[in-house]
């Protein structure tokens, strides 16, 4: 099992969307993979939630994180060998843990954990929850939107990690991410 949480080494330059659910992610991780003209990693979870969701009506479970881990991972080492220069990943191990955490009153898998915290990102761009929440089957905080951003900042804070807050509407939030990429690509 702990082989299939390890990322595979790469000379890319890597970055994550990072945040509360319904804050924009994918919507930049796309809108930046076209600005770069690179790969962009999707959030396995919302592939394996979904399709739970849909044969059984029922969320995220403790035994869901590892096999979530694992599709995230394997699709973020697939991407790595045909992404050039850059990969923008809509989401990391790390987050998973923050929501294990949040989800089952602290608790994350050792082996989880462990990977969240050794697999490495040049930068993170941490969304903010100044945009309107959008309700769908997976999606069941919107009253807890700010605790959240602050539990998601204060684990990149914690563990000592590059990041950016990105705030307003989709332009700023572009723009903004546009600039600090930049300056990873300019070194």
Known sequence: MEEKLKQKSSDLIKVVLFGPESSGKTTLAMELAKHYKTEW???????????????????????????????????????????????????????????????YLGYCDPVLERYALENSYDLYLLTSIDIPWKKDDLRDKPNERERMFKYFKGTLEKYDRNFVILKGGKDERLALAIKHIDKLLDK
């Open 41 to 103: 990693v999707p959030e396995y979870a919302r592939e394996y939630l979904q399709e739970k969701w849909d044969k059984e009506r029922t969320t995220c479970e403790p035994h869901d994180l590892i096999p979530i881990a694992e599709g995230q991972i394997r699709l973020e080492n697939s991407f790595s060998v045909i992404a050039k220069e850059l990969l923008i990943c809509d989401t990391d191990l790390l987050e998973t843990k923050v929501y294990s955490e949040a989800y």
